[in-house]
């Protein structure tokens, strides 16, 4: 009985083994910070939509059915959202996504203080992390980091 419990056992690990080693293998997808507008804020919180382009350079399409991404500046969580967004990034195409994002007062207040008189948010480091869902073994977690650059007003 015991020969037939670890037979079987094994059976069932070279199994699993072999069918993990048939799943495709896919290179990293490359998402990236293109661009932040503002929307209409709510009371006490201000929102913005956080452009990301997403490239995929695997030979097979990424089918994603939402999305999800948290902004740290200076080391300290800013801002985050959702999107219920779904679609397909075709094989070796990229795609640009807006995130809808919030920030709350109290956290804009609290990276306000953490500045001395002479600084901006121009110029300070960001990280966006977050994931692009896509079902059990689809889903992708990815990472970009950066200096931001804030738009200026013209003629001033």
Known sequence: ????????????????????????????????VVGIEPLPAQELELRFAIKLRLQNPNETAIDYDGIAVNLDVNGQPLASGVSSQHGRIERYSEEVLAVPVSVSAFTALRQAVGLNPAQSLNGMPYRLHGKLAGGLFGTVRFSDSGTLSLPTAAGY
Do not use: H, Q
């Not at 037939?4 to 290179?27: F, H, K, Q, V």
């Open 1 to 32: 009985m015991f020969r037939l419990l670890r037979s079987c056992l094994t059976l069932a690990l070279l199994a699993g083994i072999a069918g993990c080693s048939l799943l495709p293998s896919r290179d990293p997808v490359s998402i990236s």
